[in-house]
């Protein structure tokens, strides 16, 4: 049978397959959120493929690195117990 002989299809067989694709896309989207792209590439500045501002990132790239944190960075540092501490404070700003 064809599409058109299928037809008139039921609201209830309709919203079943608006469901369907809805859930497809969702786990699509779910799954390219998790891929690495250029924007957490630790190559982003080297790399021929970088696009430019507007392209679109390439998504599980093979050429993909993580970006390592460096080990001596002070600012990169801070203490859970106490994350404020070193910090400017509103007074030293107001001097």
């Given at each position: 049978?064809?599409?058109?002989?299928q037809?008139p299809?039921t609201?209830?067989?309709?919203i079943s397959t608006?469901c369907?694709?809805?859930?497809a896309a969702v786990?699509?989207?779910d799954?390219?959120?998790?891929?690495n792209?250029?924007?957490?590439?630790?190559?982003?500045?080297s790399?021929?493929?970088?696009?430019e501002e507007?392209?679109?990132v390439?998504?599980?790239?093979?050429l993909?690195?993580?970006?390592?944190?460096?080990?001596?960075c002070?600012?990169?540092?801070i203490?859970?117990d106490?994350?404020l501490?070193?910090?400017?404070?509103i007074?030293?700003?107001?001097?």
């Amino acid at each position: 049978m064809s599409e058109k002989e299928q037809l008139p299809i039921t609201l209830t067989e309709l919203i079943s397959t608006i469901c369907n694709r809805i859930n497809a896309a969702v786990n699509m989207y779910d799954t390219i959120i998790t891929l690495n792209t250029c924007n957490s590439c630790n190559k982003n500045n080297s790399c021929e493929y970088v696009p430019e501002e507007g392209e679109t990132v390439r998504l599980n790239c093979p050429l993909w690195e993580e970006i390592k944190e460096e080990e001596n960075c002070e600012a990169c540092k801070i203490d859970v117990d106490n994350p404020l501490e070193g910090q400017m404070s509103i007074e030293d700003i107001k001097k």
